[in-house]
């Protein structure tokens, strides 16, 4: 005699959740979801897509942000290369402003460093405009042994001018057509030049005289150039 074993309501719930087919666990579980959420209510939804946007727009600004440094950090490939040459200019006080004649020398010496690699650099002498106080600005590029000296202004053209015997490695490119004739610092007028001198070109020794003018940058160029040429 076979004894039947009538099953309680635990027994029951156990085999209809085994017998569950997956389609019914998955309606189960969206019934859920959606009493959970209808819980939460509208304005908690809104908190958390709000909290999602921002997530979104953050993670999304880090990446364009990663990627902008990351470039910004790559070496520069077109980086220039110079030769072991020095042009340097001596100035007056007003150094390179815009409007002065040592700012069309600076733009021409900028023009034949771009065509020969050489490097280019600049000292402005401060405090008093005389040729003895420029004198010490003077040395101190020739200690840097520059190899191309120019000198703007009449005070600088002077000191330059009578240094360039003593110093017949170095080639000095003066502005104006003689040493006298320079620029004034003082009132930006020519002073009366030297008959001899104004437009002689290269000196017999290792001067070079580059005019006033319009055409001041592209002399500059052309006379930095020619220079930095014969050192190779």
């Known amino acids: ?37 209808r819980e939460l209510g509208g304005r908690t939804l809104a908190l958390l897509a709000g909290a999602v946007i921002v997530v979104a727009a953050v993670a999304v600004t880090g990446y364009f942000l990663s990627r902008t440094e990351t470039a910004r950090h790559l070496p520069d ?12 200019l001596l100035t007056g006080k007003d150094g390179i402003t815009a409007g002065t004649t040592a700012a069309q020398v600076w733009e021409g010496m900028q023009d034949a460093s771009l065509t020969t690699r050489a490097r280019v650099s600049y000292v402005t002498v401060t405090g008093e405009q005389s040729a003895a106080h420029a004198r010490p600005y003077l040395n101190s590029l020739l200690q840097r042994s520059c190899d191309v000296v120019l000198a703007a202004g009449r005070p600088q053209v002077e000191a330059a001018e009578q ?10 490119v003066l502005v104006g057509d003689s040493g006298s004739g320079s620029e004034d610092p003082g009132n930006g007028t020519k002073g009366t030049g030297s008959a001899t001198n104004a437009g ?11 005019p006033l003018g319009d055409g001041l940058r592209a002399e500059v160029a052309h006379a930095v150039e ?7």
Request: glycine fraction near 6%; proline fraction near 6%; include cysteine.
């Open 1 to 37: 005699m076979v004894k039947r074993v009538r099953q309680g309501p635990p027994a029951r719930r156990a085999k209809a959740v085994r017998d569950a087919t997956p389609r019914s666990r998955l309606t189960t579980a969206a019934r859920s979801a959606r009493l959970w959420l």
């Open 226 to 232: 020619r220079q930095v040429g014969t050192r190779g």
């Open 200 to 210: 002689s070109g290269k000196d017999p020794g290792n001067i070079t005289f580059a």
């Open 77 to 88: 490939t077109r980086a220039r290369s110079y030769k072991d040459v020095d042009a340097c």
């Open 163 to 172: 240094a360039a015997p003593q110093h017949r490695t170095v080639d000095f």
